[in-house]
């Protein structure tokens, strides 16, 4: 069986049990367990599955956000590279849009300093933004979600609207080849929607366990972004993404 039908067919089993043993696999696959051992932690390395003793199980499979203290404390080194090679995609005197999550705060932290005009849709990410003199921070109005400190509501998604950007720098719940984008709750949804409406160019910004993933609540299709920044695509991803004009730009392990 070939890698990229062997690693497909593992995730399946995994996101199919409470567990997938070794020795399921090995039936399943026909590979032996030391090669199983190897995928299992190469899988587990994208942050697509969860290693076990004697075999794995699944993360969450419709794009459930973790509390965001949690998520601060993962893959810091890559979302730090990530932000770097976002931020060296925008220009100096441009606007830009900075989503909420933990990877474009990254982003909004490489930003610092810059001579732009920063609309940050979360508290961290303004923060992050005013790190360094420099950098004009706008932000939208509303009420804000208490563990994201995110903003939420009409006035603000109206806010992001009326806000015009060269570039959206947008974080991921979730993304697949079909539907595309998709967002764990309505609010973020809607905001990254008027975000798409508002920029001129779209940077997407994700670990790579975020790809083969789907949550409720539809964003858009792959090919309304122009470019996404993660490291160790999925082969599967790389072909779709490719397919759907998106350029991949990978930061490294």
Avoid at 21 to 29: G, N, P, S, Y
Avoid at 180 to 196: C, H, I, P, R, V
Wanted: charged content about 25%; proline content about 3%; some cysteine.
């Amino acid at each position: 069986m070939q890698r990229a039908i062997r690693h497909k067919t593992i995730i399946n089993a995994v996101r199919g049990s409470s567990e997938a043993r070794i020795a399921d696999l090995t039936r399943a696959t026909g590979a032996s367990a030391m090669t199983l051992r190897r995928d299992l932690d190469e899988l587990a390395l994208q942050g697509v599955l969860r290693r076990t003793h004697g075999g794995a199980v699944a993360l969450p499979a419709r794009g459930t956000r973790l509390p965001y203290s949690l998520r601060l404390e993962t893959n810091t080194g890559l979302k730090q590279r990530i932000g770097a090679a976002a931020a060296n995609l925008v220009a100096d005197e441009s606007s830009v849009i900075v989503d909420d999550g933990t990877t474009c705060t990254a982003v909004a932290r490489a930003l610092a300093g810059r001579e732009v005009t920063a609309m940050a849709l979360s508290i961290h990410g303004a923060a992050a933004l005013g790190e360094r003199p420099g950098t004009r921070i706008v932000t939208p109005g509303g009420e804000l979600n208490g563990d994201e400190l995110s903003w939420t509501g009409h006035r603000a998604a109206r806010d992001v609207l009326d806000f015009r950007a060269d570039v959206a720098i947008l974080g991921v719940c979730a993304w697949d080849e079909d539907p595309g984008l998709t967002a764990s709750t309505m609010q973020d949804a809607d905001f990254k929607k008027a975000a798409l409406v508002s920029a001129r160019r779209v940077i997407a910004v994700t670990t790579p366990e975020k790809f083969g993933m789907t949550a409720t609540f539809a964003v858009c299709a792959s090919g309304a972004v122009d470019t996404v920044i993660t490291s160790r695509a999925p082969a599967e991803a790389r072909a779709w993404l490719a397919a759907a004009g998106v350029e991949l730009v990978e930061t490294g392990p």
